[in-house]
């Protein structure tokens, strides 16, 4: 099982509405989770961190963890066109390593 | 204030060549991390600095892989001798406290690397 997995997509969604990424992670003891966006030929650029159970909220990003179902997630809000771009699950392993999951790559249809 | 900076950005070398990546810190930051992506697979993590000290390169691949960081600024990594699966691009991100609860890591462009 990989640490940390992700749906590679693409994923396209119409502009304006809600992008939903997916990340899944194997080691229980995880405790802090981000979200980076990487665009075609950029680096990649954090975008949200969460560490509690619940949803955490900036701007139009809203990202959700469930540590029972080891499972984080990103919503984007009234999606635009320039979200378009491949998005990286990442987790702090227990060894304080950051361990990136492959990126799903969401497109948005204008 | 000027981002991390990595050069080359791109680097085509045949096998069993020497190639040598920089990488220049934000400014200040005293922790600097090396990953790797190689084509089809994930970000993987090499090593990090802490000032000029290799706090963990438990990532690097073998020993044909050396990074150093000189006076705690900016740090190299070489390949000698590189081979064909040392392709992918190596990013470089610096942060001012270690990763985790409180600090952010924040990522150079990248160099393309290239082996034939």
């Known amino acids: 099982q990989k640490e940390v997995e992700q749906n590679s997509g693409p994923l396209s969604v119409p502009e304006g509405a809600i992008a939903s990424l997916n990340c899944t992670y194997s080691?229980?003891?995880?405790?802090?989770f981000f979200w980076y966006r990487q665009y075609s030929g950029k680096s990649p650029e954090l975008i949200m961190s969460?560490?509690?159970?619940g949803d955490k909220e900036d701007g139009r990003f809203t990202a959700q963890l469930n540590k029972a179902s080891q499972y984080v997630s990103l919503l984007i809000r009234d999606s635009q066109p320039s979200d378009s771009a491949t998005y990286l699950c990442a987790v702090i392993s227990r060894d304080d390593k950051i361990i990136f999951g492959k990126g799903t790559r969401l497109h948005i249809l204008p | 204030e000027a981002g991390v900076t990595q050069f080359p950005s791109h680097s085509v070398i045949e096998k069993g060549q020497t190639v040598t990546l920089r990488c220049d810190p934000i400014s200040g930051h005293d922790n600097l991390y090396w990953y790797r992506r190689v084509m089809g697979k994930e970000i993987k993590f090499l090593l990090h600095?802490?000032?000029?000290?290799?706090?963990?390169e438990s990532g690097m691949p073998n020993n044909r892989f050396l990074a150093e960081r000189t006076g705690g600024t900016y740090s190299t990594l070489k390949v000698q001798p590189a081979e064909l699966e040392d392709s992918g691009v190596y990013f470089c991100?610096?942060?001012?406290?270690?990763?985790?609860?409180?600090?952010?890591?924040?990522f150079g462009p990248g160099t393309r690397l290239t082996v034939l």
């Open positions: 969460i560490y509690s159970n």
């Open positions: 080691d229980r003891v995880s405790q802090s």
């Open positions: 600095f802490v000032k000029e000290s290799k706090q963990d």
């Open positions: 991100a610096s942060s001012l406290n270690q990763w985790g609860i409180t600090d952010t890591q924040y």
